[in-house]
Nanobody
């Protein structure tokens, strides 16, 4: 069982930056791949980024590649999402999630994640 709590969301102007954090409970954090997803009003939840258990490999949606960086600190049971050059279309509720799957291709799919946080709102004004 893993409990996830996101923080760091807020209101920012276009071009600005935010860093989201996701703190995990439990002693098995390093056994999970971690992902960030987002959901805008009226839209489906979409993949943003994922990181493998050790943090050595990362994956990004094309829409955020080069602007967002996912990282993790297994000693602190925390995964981060650094978001730079934010755009109004990045506005959404951002969720972190934990996956038991060891297959990288699976991490792009929300259904492969067993545990989810409650979400944090990110609003980018134009």
């Amino acid at each position: 069982q893993v409990q996830l709590v996101e923080s760091g969301g807020g209101l920012v102007q276009a071009g600005g930056s935010l860093r989201l954090s996701c703190a995990a409970s439990g002693r098995t954090f390093s056994s999970y791949a971690m992902g960030w997803f987002r959901q805008a009003p009226g839209k489906e939840r979409e993949f943003v980024a994922a990181i493998n258990r050790s943090g050595s490999n990362t994956y990004y949606a094309d829409s955020v590649k080069g602007r967002f960086t996912i990282s993790r600190d297994n000693a602190k049971n925390t995964v981060y999402l650094q978001m730079n050059s934010l755009k109004p279309e990045d506005t959404a509720v951002y969720y972190c999630a934990a996956s038991n799957s060891g297959v990288a291709a699976a991490w792009l799919q929300a259904r492969q994640y067993a545990y989810w946080g409650q979400g944090t709102q990110v609003t980018v004004s134009s």
